[in-house]
């Protein structure tokens, strides 16, 4: 009669799992920076076109861009950043992504 | 006496291009440019056009490059392609826009125009570029 192995879990791999968890919840921040050339408006439209956001929200995160040089205008998985980070890139802003704390 | 309109949104979506003889010249010009950035890689422009996303993780991730790479042909074709063109819809108004940035952009990147000190320093020749391009911009932005 075979008998059944139980399932070894040492702690080694139990640490190791709850490692991954940790970092992949953390989330992917997308950021833009500020440039001397790029018209605001321009931005706003960019940000509208790519996001969605309501022209209020376009307006305060360039706003956010231009006095404080960067600002984070999307967070959540590492796949989506770099899409969004891309379409911005493809329109031309500086933009770059960083995981968040 | 009113400013003449580069740009104007109609009631169909449109939007009509009233550019000069001048401005056609220009725009024709930038499109193209950018264009060829994109195919030589030794265009001034060219690494201003492809900047890494995050440099420690784009090295891993070719896809990522090859995919803002074409995305980045498809704007700039479809502006050269449009760039007589007197109404333009949607799709090729934001073509517009994106290949004009990314030219205002290649240009600040190629001459080290980053920062309000440096562009106030530049040549005239370039501010003047620099003021045309910004000009369409903003023009084209107001309809969008």
């Not at chain 1, 139980?6 to 940790?22: K, N």
Request: some cysteine; proline content about 4%; overall charge negative.
């Amino acid at each position: 009669m075979p008998s059944v192995q139980p399932l070894r879990t040492t702690s080694e791999e139990t640490e190791v799992v709850t490692s991954e968890t940790v970092a992949t919840r953390r989330p992917w921040n997308v950021v833009v920076w500020n440039d001397p050339v790029t018209p605001m408006s321009v931005v706003v439209v960019i940000f509208r076109k790519v996001f969605g956001y309501s022209n209020n929200k376009c307006t305060q995160l360039m706003l956010t861009v231009h006095h404080e040089g960067r600002a984070i205008v999307w967070s959540g998985a590492r796949e989506r950043a770099e899409s969004y980070c891309v379409k911005l890139q493809v329109a031309g802003l500086s933009t770059t992504i960083e995981q968040g704390d | 006496m009113g400013v003449a309109r580069l740009f104007v949104r109609r009631r169909d979506g449109r939007v009509e291009v009233r550019l000069n003889d001048g401005g056609r010249s220009f725009v024709h010009d930038v499109f193209a440019q950018v264009v060829a950035a994109e195919r030589d890689p030794d265009h001034e422009w060219h690494t201003s056009l492809a900047p890494p996303i995050d440099p420690a993780v784009d090295q891993d991730d070719p896809v990522a490059t090859l995919r803002r790479q074409s995305e980045m042909n498809t704007n700039a074709e479809l502006a050269l392609v449009t760039s007589g063109e007197q109404f333009l819809n949607a799709a090729e108004a934001w073509a517009w826009l994106s290949t004009l940035q990314v030219a205002l952009r290649s240009v600040a990147v190629s001459h080290g125009l980053l920062s309000d000190e440096r562009l106030a320093q530049s040549d005239a020749a370039t501010l003047e570029y620099v003021r045309t391009l910004q000009q369409l911009l903003f023009a084209l932005a107001e309809c969008l």
